[in-house]
Nanobody, 129 residues
Framework: VQLQASGGGLVLSGGSLRLSCAAS????????VAWFRQAPGKEREFVSA????????YYADSVRGRFTMSSDNAKNTMYLQMNNLKAEDTAVYLC???????????????????????WGQGTQVTVSS
């Protein structure tokens, strides 16, 4: 599975961006999908995920209420709509997909980078204050 992220850029504080991540599979169905981000000098940080069944969506506390993640299986593409962006949202955003199908879903499980087998190259988001 190859993932291609796009949509990053430079935006003013309070602005919006929509990230996309296209996959080289026929369908995202059955894969868990996620967005992570990494700022310079910091560890990779979980942003949002959709469970493999598509039934649950999880968000980091720092983005809940501002970011919305979605997935379009027909287009094999996942999205991250980011509103009310803040300077602290500045980072490289990476999309990821995982093939495991756990019996129990939890925010803790989907927030772990080790869950995901496939990673995109990342797209830079810079929020200027």
């Amino acid at each position: 599975v190859q993932l291609q992220a796009s949509g990053g850029g430079l935006v003013l504080s309070g602005g919006s961006l929509r990230l996309s991540c296209a996959a080289s599979v026929q369908t995202f169905s059955g894969y868990s999908v996620a967005w992570f981000r990494q700022a310079p000098g910091k560890e990779r940080e979980f942003v949002s995920a959709i469970s493999w069944s598509g039934g649950s969506t999880y968000y980091a506390d720092s983005v809940r209420g501002r970011f919305t993640m979605s997935s379009d299986n027909a287009k094999n593409t996942m999205y991250l709509q980011m509103n009310n962006l803040k300077a602290e949202d500045t980072a490289v955003y990476l999309c990821a997909a995982g093939s495991a199908r756990p019996l129990l879903n939890s925010a803790d499980y989907y927030s772990r980078s080790s869950v995901y087998d496939y990673w995109g190259q990342g797209t830079q988001v810079t929020v200027s204050s």
